[in-house]
């Protein structure tokens, strides 16, 4: 059973700074790929960003510059630090682990950007 375990979501003034975490843990095995990806109401999933095990990353072009993912191997852990929030950021951030034979998603964590 692997659970993915997020935190670090809430309200922030435009211009404020969040940083989001995910925990894999259980029976979990050769992580490709930890990501993140959003969800804003009436729209459909996005990838914001993702890191491959050995380090290089891919980000969405309205998020580069601003927020930066990094990932703790030893820990199974991906965590998104994100900088001048802006108010279209307001949406649901979801957790994502990739393996050769697995896709795992989190529960989601609400970030609102709104003063």
């Known amino acids: 059973q692997v659970q993915l375990v997020e935190s670090g979501g809430g309200l922030v003034q435009p211009g404020g700074s969040l940083r989001l975490s995910c925990k894999a843990s259980?029976?979990?095995?050769?992580?490709?790929?930890m990501g993140w990806y959003r969800q804003a109401p009436g729209k459909e999933r996005e990838l914001v960003a993702r890191?491959?095990?050995?380090?290089?990353?891919n980000y969405a072009d309205f998020v580069k510059g601003r927020f930066t993912i990094s990932r703790d191997n030893a820990k199974n852990t991906v965590y998104l630090q994100m900088n001048s929030l802006k108010p279209e950021d307001t949406a649901v951030y979801y957790c994502?682990?990739?393996?050769?034979?697995?896709?795992?998603w989190g529960q989601g964590t609400q970030v609102t950007v709104s003063s």
């Open positions: 259980g029976s979990i095995f050769s992580i490709v790929y």
């Open positions: 890191i491959r095990s050995g380090g290089s990353t």
């Open positions: 994502n682990v990739v393996g050769v034979q697995y896709n795992y």
